[in-house]
């Protein structure tokens, strides 16, 4: 959805490194939210945001930490890269009980992350 | 939150319907089944959803029987373009945190 993009769409990092992924979206959401996705696994949630002041953890947050600049950033940080967060990471947005169906998200392109 | 349970892959062919079942068997009396659509490298997106009975759209149907603890997606006249993932959830409106697990694989075959 060219509504909410990520950059960068492909970044390779070695260990150690710290690393940022940034998301915008142009939707006028609240509440975003970051995913990663392991080949032949589902998405899983690292954190969620669901407005400027409200940060929560997911499943996954360890490694992790986010920040959310203004209602349309969200950015992701792995303070030190490791090699099995080599993954395919989201981010997505969502209204619900606004013009969208519940449950309903909206994501971006993904940004592939290899770290060596 | 429900735990959904579908079929990890499914094969099928050119102009056939195919018909993707997922259980729930401990959805909560407010949650709604949603469906999402994954093509490779791209992220999921939502294409239906439904609390009871009958949903249909421009992309697919949604069939919920009276006990909801099970919802069938159906794709009519499948082309290769259909084939991608196809995740089942359930979730209360407003749900913070909806859980996409493995979803099905579907392989259109020409």
């Known amino acids: 959805d060219a509504d909410v993009t990520q950059t960068p769409r492909n970044r390779i990092t070695k260990t150690g490194k710290r690393i940022m992924l940034e998301c915008s979206q142009t939707?006028?959401?609240?509440?975003m939210y970051w995913y990663r996705q392991d080949p032949g696994l589902g998405l899983r949630l690292i954190y969620y945001?669901?407005?400027?002041?409200?940060?929560n953890k997911g499943e996954i947050s360890d490694g992790y930490s986010v920040s959310r600049q203004a209602q349309a950033k969200f950015s992701l940080s792995l303070e030190s890269a490791i090699p099995n967060q080599t993954a395919l990471y989201f981010c997505?947005?969502?209204?619900?009980?606004?013009?969208?169906?519940?449950?309903?998200?909206?994501f971006g392109p993904g940004t592939r992350l290899t770290v060596l | 939150l429900a735990k959904t349970t579908q079929p990890i892959s499914m094969d099928s062919y050119e102009g056939q319907e195919v018909n993707i079942t997922c259980s729930h068997n401990?959805?909560?009396?407010?949650?709604?089944i949603t469906w999402y659509q994954q093509f490779p490298s791209q992220g999921p997106r939502f294409i239906i959803q439904g609390y009871k009975t009958k949903v249909t759209n421009e992309v697919a149907s949604l069939f919920i029987p009276a006990d909801r603890k099970s919802s069938t997606l159906s794709l009519p006249r499948v082309s290769l373009s259909d084939t991608a993932v196809y995740y089942c959830l359930v979730g209360d409106m407003g749900d913070d945190k909806i859980i996409f697990g493995k979803g099905t694989r579907l392989h259109i075959l020409p």
């Open positions: 945001s669901f407005d400027v002041k409200d940060i």
């Open positions: 997505a947005t969502s209204d619900p009980g606004g013009s969208s169906s519940y449950n309903e998200q909206f």
């Open positions: 939707k006028g959401h609240d509440r």
């Open positions: 401990n959805i909560a009396t407010n949650d709604y």
